[in-house]
T-cell receptor, first 114, second 112 residues
Framework: DTGVSQDPRHKITKRGQNVTFRCDPISEHNRLYWYRQTLGQGPEFLTYFQNEAQLEKSRLLSDRFSAERPKGSFSTLEIQRTEQGDSAMYLC????????????FGSGTQLSVL | QKEVEQNSGPLSVPEGAIASLNCTYSDRGSQSFFWYRQYSGKSPELIMSIYSNGDKEDGRFTAQLNKASQYVSLLIRDSQPSDSATYLCAVNPNQAGTALIFGKGTTLSVSS
């Protein structure tokens, strides 16, 4: 069990550029979540997948954000036309479906939009 | 709007004392409750889960759940400086797979 892996750890970009993050979940986990966290706040839900199906997406999520999990394994989160307000820690978590479902987080990708 | 409320702190306790962290939630149908610890600059780490009313103990940590009062707490006994972190309360609104909702966290500082 190597844990949830996220890449890159840090990303600095200029406003208006597109960025893509990758998440590799714990191998036996079928659910994968994306959260965003800013300083002093708790993680804010963005979207989640069960296998390759995107089951829920936050209504607060801008159309500039898109996520995929094409084969039910790794996932990517893309932000188009980045804005300074997108600067945050992007956290990926995975879990196995069940009554006692528990989320395990990766180390996160820190995005800075200049 | 489903909400999870925590006192942001900081909560300061001396080494060896009991730290008490509290959380309330708005969705009465919530079924699963979690406490995560987050060190500065790091990602959240799961430390406790609780699913039924009462107490659940794991080492120096005790989680307490009162569904009637919509209240969850975390007690840390014999607090250590290494316990200094932000503690996030998270609630799963139901068992159908809705994503966890997190509170803003309570910052705990344990002084030696």
């Amino acid at each position: 069990d190597t844990g949830v892996s996220q890449d890159p750890r840090h990303k600095i970009t200029k406003r208006g550029q597109n960025v893509t993050f990758r998440c590799d979940p714990i191998s036996e986990h079928n659910r994968l979540y994306w959260y965003r966290q800013t300083l002093g706040q708790g993680p804010e839900f963005l979207t989640y997948f069960q296998n390759e199906a995107q089951l829920e997406k936050s209504r607060l999520l801008s159309d500039r954000f898109s996520a995929e999990r094409p084969k039910g394994s790794f996932s990517t989160l893309e932000i188009q036309r980045t804005e300074q307000g997108d600067s945050a820690m992007y956290l990926c978590a995975s879990s196995w479906t069940g009554i006692e479902e528990k989320l395990f987080f990766g180390s996160g990708t820190q995005l800075s939009v200049l | 709007q489903k909400e999870v409320e925590q006192n942001s702190g900081p909560l300061s306790v001396p080494e060896g004392a009991i730290a008490s962290l509290n959380c309330t939630y708005s969705d009465r149908g919530s079924q699963s409750f979690f406490w995560y610890r987050q060190y500065s600059g790091k990602s959240p780490e799961l430390i406790m889960s609780i699913y039924s009313n009462g107490d659940k103990e794991d080492g120096r940590f005790t989680a307490q759940l009162n569904k009637a009062s919509q209240y969850v707490s975390l007690l840390i006994r014999d607090s250590q400086p290494s316990d200094s972190a932000t503690y996030l309360c998270a609630v799963n609104p139901n068992q159908a797979g809705t994503a966890l909702i997190f509170g803003k966290g309570t910052t705990l500082s344990v002084s030696s």
